[in-house]
């Protein structure tokens, strides 16, 4: 089954560290771009960072430069998101697309071609 499985969600506090792992299953991430979103409760999903399949990097949330860090090991065919310094507003279900090659910063589902079901991350004392 072709799928991207997100994990590494949870609760933590405010200056917590959180490290978000993009499995992919069925295919090799190699040829592929993978793109951490975000989707806070009543909020459009935004774009936080993507990862090129050239290793470029690009963060496209202000607040969260410094703080979050996106790496890939194909090796292990995962691509992860480090967050640090987390604080309240970072809460969000946090998800992981895949599309051929670049980063577009675009949001539609249908711009990627796979997935994660999403993990939730919780940022409160």
């Known amino acids: 089954q072709l799928q991207l499985v997100e994990s590494g969600g949870g609760l933590v506090q405010p200056g917590g560290s959180l490290r978000l792992s993009c499995a992919a299953s069925g295919f090799t991430l190699d040829y592929y771009a993978i793109t951490w979103f975000r989707q806070a409760p009543g909020k459009e999903r935004e774009g936080v960072s993507c990862i090129s399949s050239g290793d470029d990097t690009i963060y496209w949330v202000d607040s969260v430069k410094g703080r979050f860090t996106i790496s890939r090991d194909n090796a292990k065919n995962t691509v992860y998101l480090q967050m640090n310094s987390l604080k309240p507003e970072d809460t969000a279900v946090y998800y992981c697309?895949?599309?051929?090659?670049?980063?577009?910063?675009?949001?539609?589902?249908?711009?990627?071609?796979?997935w994660g079901q999403g993990t939730q991350v919780t940022v409160s004392s």
């Open positions: 697309a895949a599309a051929r090659y670049y980063c577009s910063g675009r949001v539609g589902r249908y711009e990627y071609d796979y």
